[in-house]
Each structure stands twice: as structure tokens, then as C-alpha cells.
């Protein structure tokens, strides 16, 4: 099992424009989830998908949207990048709807640095 | 809404002592409550979780958490530490309502000395 892969792991861009981050959630996990973490900082929720559905979505601009796939990976894309979301961007994995019981695994993440 | 906080921001311990990450939660209900650890350049690895029960809980890697609701505390130990155990530790909390979504504190930096 090769676990949460997220691609790339390292990605440098410019102000203003456009990324797109991937995960490939465990095998068998239906639920995937993305976090922002800064530098310093604990990881932030941003939005997570189940059946293909935007589930829930935390305090982040429009300019953060993603997709889940039918395969049950996922893509988060930014739009008009700005310096401040230069962070590692983490990916959870799980099996939804299991209650309280639901363990997330983690991706090893993807750097971004917006020059 | 739900919070976590880590009171310490960095924590320099000899290895072979011991071991205590702080951790309080702000939160009304009976809280779900995780410990991960994040070595450099890593993801986050589930060392141990707290849901209802007995509220010393074990983990991997040798270490456990005591649940106190008087204190609002989840402070995470480990009797002898090991070079290994050098990396970030975040406690976090999990939503009421959506068991896959955490709220994460903002970590305590473990160096080890030799």
C-alpha cells in the first residue's frame, strides 16, 4: 500500500499565477481533505471532497477550489498566487462517514513558494 | 468553535529524560483528541487518539497522553526520549460533526541533546 502520494513535492512559482497540487488517497479511503501549513504554523483546513462533492470548506478565498476525481483523487488549484500562500500543502486521506473511529492519513505534502 | 493550544513553542530535552508536550483544547463537548508528529520535510504520522474511556491513552513510539477534562489539557509524554523523537508534535482536535476534519495547534518543536 503506498499510502497518500502527493505530486510534486517541491514547486516554485510566481506572483499572479495559476497551481495545481495532486493527491492519491490511500487505497480504499474515500474522503480527501487538503491543509494549508505556513511556516511556524499548525496545518489549516481548506476544504474537503466525498463523492466527488466539495463536503465542507474552511475560512479560505474563492481563489482555492479543487476537484475529486472519480478514483477518489484530488486536485487543489490557486489562482492568482500571492506571496502569503507560500506553505506546505498537506493532503488527508480517510474512510468518511466511519464516526469518531476515522484515523486520517497524511501525505508527505507539497511545498509551494510563490516568488 | 473548536481550538487547540500549545503553550510551548520549543522544547530541548537530554535524551533518556523524560518527556511532557502541553496541549489544552477549547471546546464544550467531549472532545476528540490526536497527537501527530511531523519530522522535517515529512506529513503528519498519528502517534496516538483519545475518543472516550480510559482517559490514559498509548501510542506508538512509547508514547501516551492523559485526557483531563478539569484542566482541558491532552499533554502528550514519553519516559525516555531518543534522538529519534527530534521533530514537531501537533496536537489537534477533531469536528463535532465531521470526523474527517481537524483543528491543529501550532506545534512544539522537540530537540534532543545527546
Known amino acids: 500500500d503506498a499510502g497518500v502520494t502527493q505530486s510534486p513535492t517541491h514547486l516554485i512559482k510566481t506572483r499572479g499565477q495559476q497551481v495545481t497540487l495532486r493527491c492519491s488517497p490511500k487505497s480504499g479511503h474515500d474522503t480527501v481533505s487538503w491543509y494549508q501549513q505556513a511556516l511556524g504554523q499548525g496545518p489549516q483546513f481548506i476544504f474537503q471532497y466525498y463523492e466527488e462533492e466539495e463536503r465542507q470548506r474552511g475560512n479560505f478565498p474563492d481563489r482555492f477550489s479543487g476537484h475529486q476525481f472519480p478514483n477518489y483523487s484530488s486536485e487543489l488549484n490557486v489562482n492568482a498566487l500571492l506571496l502569503g500562500d507560500s506553505a506546505l500543502y498537506l493532503c488527508?486521506?480517510?474512510?468518511?462517514?466511519?464516526?469518531?473511529?476515522?484515523?486520517?492519513?497524511f501525505g508527505q505534502g507539497t511545498r509551494l513558494t510563490v516568488v | 468553535a473548536q481550538s487547540v493550544t500549545q503553550p510551548d513553542i520549543h522544547i530541548t530535552v537530554s535524551e533518556g529524560a523524560s518527556l511532557e508536550l502541553r496541549c489544552n483544547y477549547s471546546y464544550g463537548a467531549t472532545p476528540y483528541l490526536f497527537w501527530y508528529v511531523q519530522s522535517p520535510g515529512q506529513g503528519l504520522q498519528l502517534l496516538l487518539k483519545?475518543?472516550?474511556?480510559?482517559?490514559l491513552v498509548q501510542g506508538i513510539k512509547g508514547f501516551e497522553a492523559e485526557f483531563k477534562r478539569s484542566q482541558s489539557s491532552f499533554n502528550l509524554r514519553k519516559p525516555s526520549v531518543h534522538w529519534s523523537d527530534a521533530a514537531e508534535y501537533f496536537c489537534?482536535?477533531?469536528?463535532?460533526?465531521?470526523?474527517?476534519?481537524?483543528?491543529f495547534g501550532s506545534g512544539t518543536k522537540l530537540n534532543v541533546k545527546p
Open positions: 489537534a482536535v477533531g469536528d463535532l460533526y465531521n470526523f474527517n476534519k481537524f483543528y
Open positions: 483519545y475518543f472516550s474511556g480510559d482517559t
Open positions: 488527508a486521506s480517510s474512510l468518511g462517514d466511519r464516526g469518531p473511529a476515522t484515523e486520517a492519513f
